[in-house]
């Protein structure tokens, strides 16, 4: 088995960061409003603590995924930026800020997305209940995709977000199996295939990711692209891992582009109905896109169309 080391000589042999990894500064009129909104309602976003490459972009079209129930994590996932400790008590009035906040920026859709609460019976499922109704209720025309933890596998827990029914719900399977336990450290690569097969049994729109980069054989990109298609998914997102600091997992390649489009190809060919795929594509990416059924296949299948006329 390839492992993943994190050292001071693997970090001396990374490989060099390519060209197309290169992304715009967060500016503009738009991305300060949402900053302030951010600040002022002291919510936390997965752009910020997760370092997203993407933040500029979204943020200055007014969007951003908000990150509930904390931003200290029980888990310490080796590719995750977010911190990694107790966190703090459970702020039962952080389902209104987030509703009041997405109200404020006026937009269309939403992410939400937690950090893992273990330590917690519920897992945080019931925070996530309030806010998934709560940001609903003051925006009943906001579509809304949760990217929900795995509540080590409690459906009890899972069913919480079922009976909220947010228009998507995505949990990130983030590699292949043969890695996840250098990974996810705490996860389990089947118990996320069952907590998405649950979701899709239980009539919800069901999303997953994948991160390349870290060691994984194309063979093992296509086998787990196969068993997110068996267990329910509807749409996957796959990007290229970027390695957040010098103590998490070190890249061990950089994806070309033409990498990505092969796999875009391969899923919309096994039959998931959207595949978003490239270097700089994080699970939220275009996410309001994802909320259509048939939209991403049928964007594909007119694009073959143009290609061969």
């Known amino acids: 088995m390839q492992e993943i080391v994190v050292n001071d000589a693997a ?6 960061k ?7 500064l967060p500016i503009g009129e738009s991305y300060r409003h949402v900053r302030n909104l951010v600040d002022k309602n002291k919510l936390h976003t997965i752009c910020e603590s997760g370092n997203c490459p993407n933040m500029g972009e979204c943020w200055g079209e007014g969007t951003a995924t908000f990150m509930i129930l904390g931003n ?7 590719f995750c930026a977010v911190a990694t400790g107790r966190p703090d008590p459970i702020d039962w009035d952080e389902p209104q800020r987030v509703a009041e906040a997405i109200h404020l920026m006026k937009v269309k859709h939403a992410v939400l997305t937690s950090v893992d609460r273990d330590e917690i019976k519920d897992g945080g499922s019931i925070i996530w209940y309030n806010t998934i109704r709560a940001v609903k209720t003051l925006n009943p ?3 809304l995709e949760t990217l ?4 080590k596998g409690q459906m009890e827990n899972v069913q919480r977000i079922v009976e909220a029914h947010p228009e998507v719900v995505s949990h990130n399977i983030e590699t292949v199996e043969r890695l996840t336990r250098q990974v996810r450290i705490q996860a389990k690569y089947w118990r996320s295939m ?8 239980n009539g919800m729109r069901v999303k997953s990711g994948i991160m390349l980069g870290l060691g994984e054989t194309k063979e093992e990109v296509i086998q787990t692209l196969n068993d997110l298609k068996n267990n329910g998914v509807d749409v996957v997102t796959i990007g290229q891992y970027l390695q957040p ?5 070190a890249v061990q390649r950089f994806v070309h582009p033409d990498e990505f489009a092969e796999y875009r190809e391969i899923g919309y060919t096994i039959g998931l109905d959207y595949v978003e795929s490239g270097p700089l594509v994080r699970s939220s990416y275009h996410s309001e896109k994802h909320v259509l059924p048939g939209y991403g296949k049928a964007k594909w299948e007119e694009e073959k169309a143009n290609f061969i006329a």
């Open 194 to 201: 069952d907590v998405l097969r649950y979701l899709k049994e």
């Open 245 to 249: 600091t010098k103590k998490h997992l």
């Open 11 to 16: 970090a001396e042999q990374k490989p060099k």
């Open 148 to 151: 929900i933890p795995d509540f």
């Open 141 to 143: 025309d906001t579509t």
């Open 72 to 78: 200290t994590c029980t888990r310490s996932c080796g």
């Open 18 to 24: 390519p060209d197309w990894l290169r992304v715009r």
